[in-house]
Nanobody
């Protein structure tokens, strides 16, 4: 069973940057496709980005493409989300997730393990 812990969230002004981390333990990290999701109050959980087991294949939602970069370090058992040019509409709880699939998809139902989340707040 994989345990996931997010960190790096916080309060930032619009146009600023943050880097989120997702530390994994309890499993073979390189065996899992990984993804980032976000959820704002009273909204459904939204796909942000996903990455394949090796880190070479990445996908993004249209809303973050060109601003966010997903990456992973299989030696450190950690996934990252570099977020640049942040907007107030990026404000949400951000969650990392792991799937036994080669590369995580866009549906939360495809993921087997979830972290507790880290809050990102972007002020205007």
């Amino acid at each position: 069973q994989v345990q996931l812990v997010e960190s790096g969230g916080g309060l930032v002004q619009a146009g600023g940057s943050l880097r989120l981390s997702c530390a994994a333990s309890g499993g073979t990290f390189s065996s899992y496709g990984m993804g980032w999701f976000r959820q704002a109050p009273e909204k459904e959980r939204e796909y942000v980005a996903s990455i394949g087991r090796s880190g070479y294949v990445t996908y993004y939602s249209d809303s973050v493409k060109g601003r966010f970069t997903i990456s992973r370090d299989n030696y450190k058992n950690t996934m990252y989300l570099q977020m640049n040019s942040l907007k107030p509409e990026d404000t949400a709880g951000y969650y990392c997730a792991a799937t036994r699939q080669l590369t995580g998809g866009r549906s939360p139902r495809e993921y087997d393990y979830w972290g507790q989340g880290t809050q990102v707040t972007v002020s205007s």
